[in-house]
């Protein structure tokens, strides 16, 4: 890999990595548009019995290759620093400006399904079963929301370890399909804002913090072993069935970004001050179209990359 190579390789994943750090945007799309898609896919299933025979007889240089190590490292390298520099402004933003920001990330998400739905080829009666079973599905994650949690933005959901990891798991197969983002998962865990705040804390070297970052990245990278190639023969044999159900989860799991929703913690009292809160109608609508525009434009991006 030359050293140019190596530059925008990085680049690529800096652009995958502010994507993850946004829900609504995928990493997966960007590789797409960057034309990287399939050289992540196929390094990320060439870590298998191969590479492992490989690393326990030594044979290093030849497992470097098999995997595609230099790319596989220059490219995670880039999603890192770029979720680390993304973490505290996502934390100022919900914050500071928590209806625009939520208002932002609800036009992504809402752009990305309609992107997804119109990408769909061969559509079958049949399909309308998995695309309701998907809303169905997101609509009882948002109904958990608000029933364990209501007048709070988000769901009490657990601070132990394991389920730190096990939100590492579930994010990052998200991230490497293409339309689903794997921060929007985290919204759905309750555990958004607290893994920015996480990611954040590490940079002031807090060890609680560190701890916490290591079992998330623990889980990343058993989810990218484990569920990312039950995800990629998934897509293969039943790429519609799959993609349809996902994108009515993503539907009906909508509300759950709802800016003004009186249990996302906004409906009357402004979080910094206290006092009566500003819904911010106007602005909040703005943010939500500039979503749209920004996922659309992407897409076009896309299509016009690939033509």
């Known amino acids: 890999m030359t050293v140019k190579e190596c530059i925008f390789t990085v680049l690529k994943g800096m652009g995958m990595g502010a994507a993850n750090s946004v829900p609504g945007v995928s990493g997966g799309t960007i590789a797409f548009i960057t034309g990287i898609y399939g050289r992540l896919v196929n390094s990320l299933n060439n870590i298998d019995s191969k590479a492992v025979k490989l690393l326990l007889s030594g044979n290093f ?3 470097w290759q098999h995997v595609d190590g230099g790319f596989l490292c220059a490219l995670m390298g880039g999603v890192l620093v770029a979720m680390f520099s993304f973490a505290k402004l996502m934390v100022y933003l919900l914050g500071a400006f928590p209806i625009q920001t939520w208002a932002f990330f609800l036009g992504l ?19 309308a079963i998995w695309i309701v079973l998907g809303i169905l599905l997101g609509l009882a994650v948002v109904w ?10 988000s769901v009490q959901t657990p601070d132990t370890l394991w389920f730190i990891m096990l939100c590492g798991m579930l994010s990052i197969t998200a991230m490497i399909l293409p339309g689903i983002s ?8 309750g555990k958004y804002e607290y893994i920015m705040i996480v990611i954040s804390d590490v940079l002031k070297f807090d060890t609680d913090a560190i701890i916490k970052l290591c079992a998330f990245g623990l889980g990343c990278v058993i989810g990218l072993l484990a569920f990312a190639r039950f995800l990629h023969w998934l897509m293969a044999k039943y ?24 249990w996302n913690g906004y409906g009357a009292i402004d979080p910094l001050t206290g006092a009566p809160a500003d819904l911010h109608v106007m602005a909040g609508v703005i943010w939500i179209l500039l979503g749209i525009a920004l996922v659309l434009g992407l897409e076009y991006l896309g299509r016009k990359s690939k033509n």
């Open 61 to 63: 240089k030849e497992l």
């Open 109 to 127: 998400i809402i752009a990305s399904s309609i992107v997804l739905l119109a990408g769909i080829k061969g559509w079958k009666a049949s399909d």
């Open 144 to 153: 958990a929301n608000m029933w364990i949690n209501a007048g709070s933005q």
């Open 182 to 189: 794997g921060s929007f998962i985290l919204v759905l865990l």
């Open 239 to 262: 790429a519609n069935q799959t993609l349809i159900t996902l994108i009515g989860f993503i539907l009906g799991s909508l509300p759950v970004l709802w800016p003004w929703a009186s």
